[in-house]
């Protein structure tokens, strides 16, 4: 499911999950590298067209990880520890963006974002979207969103007891 598809079915997550992007101009990117042991990496997210896209350095470790294996997750960045901005977790896979038409849209809005264009070679993915779930602290409990394709979004609260959440 491409990003404009998710947006329609829970348009409050993707408008969270949107701020939170823009707020840092980075994600970070979870994938698998050969040896099975998860990489981090820092991405700059761009939503062209309705797709997540992430374009990588060419031949970078990142990028050769979801040409193995596309399974990803984003995560926006964090910038303190009280979990009060909320956490988005977007799981999903990496689809290889070969096509031209696509790839010149996508260093179109690059430009006008960050007046910067990547230069061939590249790579460019487009996530595949296949859940996504946004997690909020607050000294009284934290609030979960939960979505999957087919599904509508499921909401819950746990709350802080002093010795740790309720269910």
Known sequence: MNWAQFAEAAPE????????FEKTGLILLGSVCADG????????????????????MWQSKKALDL?????????????NKDGTDGEIKLRG????????AK?????????KKIDWR?????????????????VRSAAE????????????????TRQWTGSGYSD
């Open 13 to 20: 997550l993707a408008r969270l999950a949107e701020e939170r």
């Open 37 to 56: 042991m998860p990489r981090i990496s820092p991405v700059e997210p761009l939503i062209v067209d309705g797709e997540l896209m992430l374009g990588m």
């Open 67 to 79: 040409l193995r294996d596309p399974r990803c997750l984003v995560h926006n960045t964090i910038a």
């Open 93 to 100: 896979r990496a689809v290889d963006m070969q096509d031209a």
């Open 103 to 111: 790839r010149e849209r996508y260093g179109d809005e690059l430009f």
């Open 118 to 134: 990547p230069s061939e070679p590249y790579h460019l993915f487009a996530i595949d979207i296949e859940s996504v779930a946004f």
């Open 141 to 156: 409990g934290q609030d979960f969103k939960m979505w999957r394709p087919g599904e509508s979004v499921r909401e819950s």
